[in-house]
T-cell receptor, first 116, second 115 residues
Framework: GAVVSQHPSRVICKSGTSVKIECRSLDFQATTMFWYRQFPKQSLMLMATSNEGSKATYEQGVEKDKFLINHASLTLSTLTVTSAHPEDSSFYIC????????????FGQGTRLTVV | AQSVAQPEDQVNVAEGNPLTVKCTYSVSGNPYLFWYVQYPNRGLQFLLKYITGDNLVKGSYGFEAEFNKSQTSFHLKKPSALVSDSALYFCAVRVANFGNEKLTFGTGTRLTIIP
């Protein structure tokens, strides 16, 4: 099946620093990728839709200057959490939509971000 | 607007018994429906999907789901539960087309299989 690789799986950073999370589709092309945030014992909250070669579309309430998204190729999207604060600590999950067929979405393994 | 309801936060089933995890949906148009499973500190793993065709779809690990258009439901089922099935399950829906419409997820159901 299709594989989405998300890296790193865990990261601890100091307040005020920036962290980059990568999402790669390994065996398919994905013009569209999605970034989610998941709080403990809660569902996935869509943060933004990332489109290759164009600006990301952010959901209401998500700060685009804080969560920078770059989708420079058909297999790679990155999420950079800028000037991280403890409240940004969370589980971040990416999803890549297969350009073929009905556009099924496949998920990365998730990134546990802890800001200290 | 589209939405998904998973009415049960928690489902407990004895090992070997059949299990059902409920999901109902609302969408403008025909739906694409999905079930995903999440293990602790992991992303979502795809289980199965309904796109078109037979209302009963079979997926990974012996799971199946039945699409019921009149009841707008897509309940996940398995004839005989395993302890390893214990996890968090999400139902998701999007409108059936080839655009980049986003998936809408339910709130998740934690399934616990009791040995």
């Amino acid at each position: 099946g299709a594989v989405v690789s998300q890296h790193p799986s865990r990261v601890i950073c100091k307040s005020g620093t920036s962290v980059k999370i990568e999402c790669r589709s390994l065996d398919f092309q994905a013009t569209t990728m999605f970034w989610y945030r998941q709080f403990p014992k809660q569902s996935l909250m869509l943060m933004a839709t990332s489109n290759e070669g164009s600006k990301a579309t952010y959901e209401q309430g998500v700060e685009k200057d804080k969560f920078l998204i770059n989708h420079a190729s058909l297999t790679l999207s990155t999420l950079t959490v800028t000037s991280a604060h403890p409240e940004d600590s969370s589980f971040y999950i990416c999803s890549a939509r297969d350009d073929r067929g009905v556009g099924e979405a496949f998920f990365g393994q998730g990134t546990r971000l802890t800001v200290v | 607007a589209q939405s998904v309801a998973q009415p049960e936060d928690q489902v407990n089933v004895a090992e070997g018994n059949p299990l059902t995890v409920k999901c109902t949906y609302s969408v403008s148009g025909n739906p694409y429906l999905f079930w995903y499973v999440q293990y602790p500190n992991r992303g979502l793993q795809f289980l199965l999907k309904y796109i078109t065709g037979d209302n009963l779809v079979k997926g990974s690990y012996g799971f199946e789901a039945e699409f019921n258009k009149s009841q707008t439901s897509f309940h996940l089922k398995k004839p005989s539960a395993l302890v390893s099935d214990s996890a968090l399950y999400f139902c998701a829906v999007r409108v059936a087309n080839f655009g980049n419409e986003k998936l809408t997820f339910g709130t998740g159901t934690r399934l616990t299989i009791i040995p």
